[in-house]
């Protein structure tokens, strides 16, 4: 049971907090498109994180709450992707300002998305049903996420100089991220033991087939990645996540008894 | 609250409409999903979610409990999500009336199509412009005005219009 929830809080903390930073855009999109599409993509994301916190809250049944799993827990406590808590923009200490770069925004969101199509996929069959009838959704979700920044990915890599150095730049500076992926917290392997979660590794081939091929199409270049392996999912978090949890949290904690 | 039929629970929540497309009922979207008799022999009505993060949803319950309320009806509302909503339910009647509303309908979706083993996205079917019918079409973007649907234009007759995406 308890590796369940785990699980479940992994996937719901990798959406929900994916969710909040492409709504980051909502009202300074680059063109009222593209404003448009990303906060759509965070409506599915936030819907699809609010499902999964449901299940666990469920799970857990001792009368927590949806609301108390995404604001009243800390950064230590979150279980999401290290790449995906990351602004809008290459490497900077937390406390910095920059301009937000789309180019980062559309190649986190391809890495991503070309991994959760996988995911969703595999987890149709989990063993929890709840879970189950969660992924057939996400899936379709997923799905247009993916098209969406693939198309983007392209257009911007085999487009001017000056699209293709930034997305060049952000796929150097995120790809080394995803080596998160592939290591196996002991969440997830408890999950896969019990039938629930799906094992990231054997998902790897398909995952950069997908990368490997847009990446050509848009004439951009696969760096070399070794050194650090990010550590979110077992709750090391980079020094972005706090901010952003600052933010998304404040409102909720003010005003704890509140509804609408 | 009295013990109503099932016919007659149907038959109250017949009007009832998408708060976002009012022109098609919730039964045509299949998003009301069934009416039973539960365990405990009360009425259950099913409803399934749209998109996860569809802000409709939490509307159409309400109006749902608020209809079955109004007409004294004494039931339980349940969310189920699998098998999960699909626009291939939409029947062709409400297919109709989606174009007569210059929404466009969606495509039956492509199950062999799988996301998983594709690489290039497949090419899409034409979307015909549903003010003048031409397949003369192009895609604005992917996400329009609501979740569901993308932003398309006719390049015959010049209008900007919704597709009601397949999912």
Redesign the interface.
């Known amino acids: 049971m308890s590796a369940t929830i785990d699980y479940l809080l992994h996937l719901a903390d990798n959406a929900v907090v994916l969710g909040q930073r492409d709504a980051e855009w909502c009202g300074h999109g680059p063109i009222l498109?593209?404003d448009?599409?990303l906060?759509?993509?965070?409506?599915?994301?936030?819907?699809?994180a609010?499902?999964l916190y449901q299940r666990a809250a469920e799970l857990k049944g001792d009368g927590t709450t949806e609301d108390q799993l995404a604001y009243f827990r800390d950064s230590q406590a979150f279980r999401n992707y290290t790449l995906l808590e990351l602004p809008h923009h290459g490497a900077l200490v937390g406390y910095a300002v920059a301009d937000r770069d789309y180019a980062a925004t559309i190649v986190r969101n391809f890495l991503y998305s070309a991994l959760m199509?996988?995911v969703w996929?595999a987890l149709q069959t989990s063993a929890d049903?709840?879970l189950?009838?969660?992924a057939?959704?996400?899936?379709?979700?997923?799905?247009?996420h993916?098209?969406?920044s693939?198309?983007w990915l392209v257009r911007m890599g085999d487009g001017t100089d000056e699209s293709h150095a930034r997305a060049q730049a952000a796929v150097n500076h995120l790809l080394p991220y995803t080596e998160e992926f592939w290591t196996v917290s002991p969440a997830e392997a408890a999950a896969v033991e019990a039938g629930v979660g799906v094992d990231v590794r054997s998902l790897r081939g398909?995952w950069d087939?997908?990368v490997n091929?847009a990446l050509a199409?848009a004439t951009l270049t696969r760096p070399q990645v070794r050194g650090y392996v990010p550590q979110g999912k077992v709750g090391l978090h980079s020094e972005h996540l706090g901010f952003l949890l600052a933010e998304m949290q404040s409102l909720a904690r003010a005003h704890p008894d509140g509804c609408w | 609250m009295t013990t109503a039929t099932l016919e007659q629970v149907w038959v109250a929540l017949e009007g009832l409409t998408d708060p976002e497309i009012p022109v098609v009922t919730l039964r045509e979207l299949g998003i009301l999903r069934d009416v039973r008799s539960g365990p405990d022999g009360l009425v259950e009505v099913v409803i399934t979610p749209t998109y996860s993060g569809c802000p409709a949803m939490g509307q159409i319950e309400d109006d749902v409990r608020a209809t079955l309320e109004n007409a004294g009806i004494a039931a339980r509302v349940i969310t189920q999500l699998s098998p999960a909503w699909t626009t291939d339910w939409m029947n062709e009647a409400a297919r109709e009336k989606l174009r007569a509303y210059g929404i466009a309908p969606p495509h039956q979706t492509k199950p062999d199509v799988s996301v998983v083993r594709f690489m290039r996205r497949p090419a899409a079917d034409p979307v015909a412009c549903p003010q003048c019918g031409s397949t003369h079409t192009v895609v604005t973007s992917q996400f329009g005005s609501t979740a569901c649907k993308a932003l398309y234009k006719c390049l015959d007759c010049q209008e900007p219009f919704d597709y009601f995406k397949p999912y």
Do not use: C, M, P, W
């Open positions: 498109e593209e448009l599409a906060a759509n993509v965070s409506l599915d994301l936030i819907g699809q609010r499902l199509v996988h996929d049903s709840t189950a009838g969660i057939a959704k996400s899936l379709k979700e997923a799905t247009y993916l098209h969406h693939r198309d398909a087939a997908l091929d199409e």
